[in-house]
C-alpha cells in the first residue's frame, strides 16, 4: 500500500509518500518527504500569520507534491489513496492542502482521507516502530498538551489536557521575551546547553496535583517577570533561564505522565509532537517510563515537527481497515480526537 500526505495546517507546506505491505502490522517506509518552512515568511512578525502562511502553501504545494512524485520514483496512478489534514489548524492553510487532496484523488478516481493532525502526530511513532495498540500518549505541539489512550486509529481516550496554553507555545513565548528567534523550541533548547537549571525557581503549575491535566500560563507568566529583570546583555543569564524553565517542564511533564501510568498502565509511554523533538524533555520522560517499568518511544526528531508522513501514514493506517472520507469532507479548524 502506498499512500500520499499532505500537510498545510500551520506553517509547514509538507508532501510525503509512504508505504507498507498490506495485511499485517510492519512499519512503514517512507519514499519521499518534502517539507517547505514558511520560516522567511513570517519571522519579521514574530510568528505565524494565518493568511501569509494559506497563501504560501497555495503557491508551493502543486510544486511539492511534483517533487515528491519524483523523489518517490512514482506516479499517482500507482498510489492508492491520497490523505491531508482535514483539521484542526489554521483553516485556510487547511483548505489547500484538502482542496488539493481532492482534486488529485477525484482526477485519478483515488481513495480520499482526511485526516486528524492530532491523530498523525499519535500514530507516527508506528511509522518507523513497530508499537501495539493500546499505548499511553503525551502528545505535546504548539497548539496541544494532552494524555491520551491510543487504542487504535480513530478510537482515543483523553486522561487530560492543558486547562490553558500549550507547552510549545509556552516554549515559543520563551524565545520571543528572551529574543532567541523563531521557531522558538529549538533555540530554547540550543541555548539552555550552557545553562544552570537550578539558578531560578519556577512555578510548576499542577505538579503533584491528582490527575493528568496541565497548565502552563503561571509558568510563561513567571518566564516573563524573570526575563524583565534580567541583567542587559547577560548571555550567561539567559542560557540560565533557559534551563531552569526547560527543566521545570520537564517535572511537569514527568509528573503528569507518572499519574497518567498510575492511572492506566501501559508497557509503552509514547511522546510525538513538536515538542518530543527536545532531547533534555526525551531524557527526563524515558527516566520516568523506566522508574514506572515502561518504554519511552518517540519518534525519529525529524518526524516530531508537522511533516506530510505522519499524515499519509495516518491515511494508510485508516485505509488499511476500510476507512476512507467522501469528497464532500468540509475541512475543520476545531477536531479532538
Ligand atoms: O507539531 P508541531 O510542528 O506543530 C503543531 O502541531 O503545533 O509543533 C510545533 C511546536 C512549536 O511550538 C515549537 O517551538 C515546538 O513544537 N518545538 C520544540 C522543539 N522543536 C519544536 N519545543 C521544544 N524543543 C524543541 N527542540
Ligand atoms: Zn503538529
Given at each position: 500500500?502506498?499512500?500520499?500526505?499532505?500537510?498545510?495546517?500551520?506553517?509547514?507546506?509538507?508532501?510525503?509518500?509512504v508505504?507498507?505491505?498490506?495485511?499485517?502490522?510492519?512499519?512503514?517506509?517512507?519514499?519521499?518527504?518534502?517539507?517547505?518552512?514558511?520560516?522567511?515568511?513570517?519571522?519579521?512578525?514574530?510568528?505565524?500569520?494565518?493568511?501569509?502562511?494559506?497563501?504560501?502553501?497555495?503557491?508551493?504545494?502543486?510544486?511539492l507534491?511534483?517533487?515528491?512524485?519524483?523523489e518517490?520514483?512514482?506516479?499517482?496512478?500507482?498510489?492508492?489513496?491520497?490523505?491531508?489534514?482535514?483539521?484542526?489548524?489554521?483553516?485556510?492553510?487547511?483548505?489547500?492542502g484538502?482542496?488539493?487532496?481532492?482534486?488529485?484523488?477525484?482526477?485519478?478516481?483515488?481513495?480520499?482521507?482526511?485526516?486528524?493532525?492530532?491523530?498523525?502526530?499519535?500514530?507516527?511513532?508506528?511509522?518507523?516502530?513497530?508499537?501495539?495498540?493500546?499505548?499511553?500518549?503525551?502528545?505535546?505541539?504548539?497548539?496541544?498538551?494532552?494524555?491520551?489512550?491510543?487504542?487504535?486509529?480513530?478510537?482515543?481516550?483523553?486522561?487530560?489536557?492543558?486547562?490553558?496554553?500549550?507547552?510549545?507555545?509556552?516554549?515559543?513565548?520563551?524565545?520571543?521575551?528572551?529574543?532567541?528567534?523563531?521557531?522558538?523550541?529549538?533555540?530554547?533548547?540550543?541555548?539552555?546547553?550552557?545553562?544552570?537549571?537550578?539558578?531560578?525557581?519556577?512555578?510548576?503549575?499542577?505538579?503533584?496535583?491528582?490527575?493528568?491535566?496541565?497548565?502552563?500560563?503561571?509558568?510563561?507568566?513567571?518566564?516573563?517577570?524573570?526575563?524583565?529583570?534580567?541583567?542587559?546583555?547577560?548571555?550567561?543569564?539567559?542560557?540560565?533561564?533557559?534551563?531552569?524553565?526547560?527543566?521545570?517542564?520537564?517535572?511537569?511533564?514527568a509528573?503528569?505522565?507518572?499519574?497518567?501510568?498510575?492511572?492506566?498502565?501501559?508497557?509503552?509511554?509514547?511522546?510525538?509532537?513538536?515538542?518530543?523533538?527536545?532531547?533534555?524533555?526525551?531524557?527526563?520522560?524515558?527516566?520516568?517510563?523506566?522508574?514506572?517499568?515502561?518504554?519511552?518511544?518517540a519518534?525519529?526528531?525529524?518526524?516530531?515537527?508537522?511533516?506530510?508522513?505522519?499524515?499519509?501514514?495516518?491515511?494508510?493506517?485508516?485505509?488499511r481497515?476500510?476507512?476512507?472520507?467522501?469528497?464532500?469532507?468540509?475541512?475543520?479548524?476545531?477536531?479532538?480526537?
Amino acid at each position: 500500500m502506498r499512500v500520499m500526505g499532505i500537510e498545510t495546517s500551520c506553517d509547514e507546506t509538507a508532501v510525503a509518500i509512504v508505504e507498507a505491505p498490506a495485511g499485517t502490522e510492519p512499519v512503514g517506509r517512507i519514499l519521499a518527504n518534502v517539507v517547505y518552512s514558511q520560516l522567511t515568511e513570517h519571522r519579521r512578525f514574530g510568528g505565524v500569520v494565518p493568511e501569509i502562511a494559506a497563501r504560501a502553501h497555495l503557491e508551493r504545494l502543486d510544486g511539492l507534491v511534483r517533487q515528491a512524485l519524483a523523489e518517490a520514483g512514482t506516479d499517482l496512478a500507482d498510489l492508492d489513496g491520497i490523505a491531508a489534514t482535514g483539521g484542526p489548524g489554521l483553516i485556510g492553510g487547511v483548505m489547500v492542502g484538502v482542496m488539493t487532496a481532492k482534486a488529485l484523488a477525484f482526477v485519478h478516481d483515488k481513495p480520499f482521507l482526511a485526516v486528524n493532525h492530532l491523530e498523525g502526530h499519535a500514530l507516527s511513532v508506528r511509522l518507523t516502530e513497530t508499537v501495539a495498540f493500546p499505548y499511553l500518549l503525551l502528545l505535546v505541539s504548539g497548539g496541544h498538551c494532552q494524555l491520551l489512550t491510543v487504542h487504535g486509529p480513530g478510537a482515543f481516550t483523553r486522561l487530560g489536557t492543558t486547562i490553558d496554553d500549550a507547552v510549545g507555545e509556552c516554549f515559543d513565548k520563551t524565545a520571543k521575551l528572551l529574543d532567541l528567534g523563531f521557531p522558538g523550541g529549538p533555540a530554547v533548547e540550543r541555548t539552555a546547553k550552557g545553562g544552570d537549571p537550578k539558578r531560578f525557581a519556577l512555578p510548576r503549575p499542577m505538579w503533584r496535583k491528582p490527575g493528568c491535566d496541565f497548565s502552563f500560563s503561571g509558568l510563561k507568566t513567571a518566564v516573563r517577570q524573570a526575563a524583565e529583570k534580567l541583567p542587559v546583555d547577560d548571555a550567561q543569564a539567559v542560557a540560565d533561564l533557559c534551563a531552569s524553565f526547560q527543566r521545570t517542564v520537564g517535572d511537569v511533564l514527568a509528573d503528569r505522565c507518572a499519574n497518567a501510568l498510575a492511572l492506566e498502565p501501559s508497557p509503552t509511554l509514547v511522546v510525538a509532537g513538536g515538542v518530543a523533538a527536545n532531547a533534555y524533555l526525551r531524557g527526563r520522560l524515558e527516566e520516568l517510563a523506566t522508574a514506572h517499568g515502561a518504554t519511552l518511544v518517540a519518534p525519529p526528531i525529524k518526524l516530531c515537527t508537522d511533516n506530510g508522513a505522519m499524515i499519509a501514514w495516518a491515511g494508510l493506517e485508516r485505509l488499511r481497515l476500510g476507512k476512507q472520507d467522501t469528497l464532500d469532507f468540509r475541512p475543520r479548524p476545531r477536531w479532538p480526537l
